[in-house]
T-cell receptor, first 116, second 113 residues
Framework: AQSVAQPEDQVNVAEGNPLTVKCTYSVSGNPYLFWYVQYPNRGLQFLLKYITGDNLVKGSYGFEAEFNKSQTSFHLKKPSALVSDSALYFCAVRDETTDSWGKLQFGAGTQVVVTP | DAGVIQSPRHEVTEMGQEVTLRCKPISGHDYLFWYRQTMMRGLELLIYFNNNVPIDDSGMPEDRFSAKMPNASFSTLKIQPSEPRDSAVYFC???????????FGDGTRLSIL
C-alpha cells in the first residue's frame, strides 16, 4: 500500500526567508512523487515531480524538492518566500508497483502563510 | 490551451434532487479523474477513466454516485438522490499518461441543503 504524510498543517514564514514544506511517503516499489499548489477557489496546480534521475528537482515559481530515499522524504523548498506563495500545498505519491492501478495518493495538505 | 473546464462552478440544491457535474478534459489527454475535496476527508479520488473506459471506481462512495465518459471530450458525475453529506468541492482532472502531471479544473462547489 502507498501512503503520504505531511506532518505540518500550517507553515508560517516571513517574506524573504527560506520556505520548507515537509513530505514523507511509504511505497512498496519505486515512488513517483509530485507537488501541487492550490490557491483559494482554484484547482490544484502542478509544481514539480520526481520519477527518476537527479535527487534535486526544480519546478515552477522557483520551487525545488529533494528526493531522499533513505529518509523516504520529498520536502519542498524555496530559498526566498513571497507573500504570493501563500497557498495550500499537496504532496502526492504513486507506487509504480502498486495494485491500486497507479492512483495518486495525496497528502492532507499544508497551508503556507507568508507574512510581509 | 483552455485547460480542464468544469461546470457549473457552484450548485446549490435540495436533498433528494439529482445533480449532474460536467467536465471537459484537455484535448489529447487519455486519462480523466474525478476527485472530491472536503475539510474532513481531504482530496479523495472517486473514479478515473482511460480512453473513455472506467478503470477504477473503488472510490465512488455509494450507488447514488455514477460517472460516464461518452467521448474523449466530455464526462459527467451524477448524484441521485443527493444528500447533505455530499456537499463538497468536486474536481475533474486530466493527464496524458499516469506518469504525467494531472491538470485540474477549478472545481464545482456543491451544496446540498
Amino acid at each position: 500500500a502507498q501512503s503520504v504524510a505531511q506532518p505540518e498543517d500550517q507553515v508560517n514564514v516571513a517574506e524573504g526567508n527560506p520556505l520548507t514544506v515537509k513530505c514523507t511517503y511509504s511505497v512498496s516499489g519505486n515512488p513517483y512523487l509530485f507537488w501541487y499548489v492550490q490557491y483559494p477557489n482554484r484547482g490544484l496546480q502542478f509544481l514539480l515531480k520526481y520519477i527518476t534521475g537527479d535527487n534535486l528537482v526544480k519546478g515552477s515559481y522557483g520551487f525545488e524538492a529533494e528526493f531522499n530515499k533513505s529518509q523516504t522524504s520529498f520536502h519542498l523548498k524555496k530559498p526566498s518566500a513571497l507573500v504570493s506563495d501563500s497557498a495550500l500545498y499537496f504532496c502526492a505519491v504513486r507506487d509504480e508497483t502498486t495494485d491500486s492501478w497507479g492512483k495518486l495518493q495525496f497528502g492532507a495538505g499544508t497551508q503556507v502563510v507568508v507574512t510581509p | 490551451d483552455a485547460g480542464v473546464i468544469q461546470s457549473p462552478r457552484h450548485e446549490v440544491t435540495e436533498m433528494g434532487q439529482e445533480v449532474t457535474l460536467r467536465c471537459k478534459p484537455i484535448s489529447g489527454h487519455d486519462y480523466l479523474f474525478w476527485y472530491r475535496q472536503t475539510m474532513m476527508r481531504g482530496l479523495e479520488l472517486l473514479i478515473y477513466f482511460n480512453n473513455n473506459v472506467p478503470i477504477d471506481d473503488s472510490g465512488m462512495p455509494e450507488d447514488r454516485f455514477s460517472a460516464k465518459m461518452p467521448n474523449a471530450s466530455f464526462s459527467t458525475l451524477k448524484i441521485q438522490p443527493s444528500e447533505p453529506r455530499d456537499s463538497a468541492v468536486y474536481f475533474c482532472a486530466s493527464s496524458i499518461t499516469m506518469d504525467q502531471p494531472q491538470h485540474f479544473g477549478d472545481g464545482t462547489r456543491l451544496s446540498i441543503l
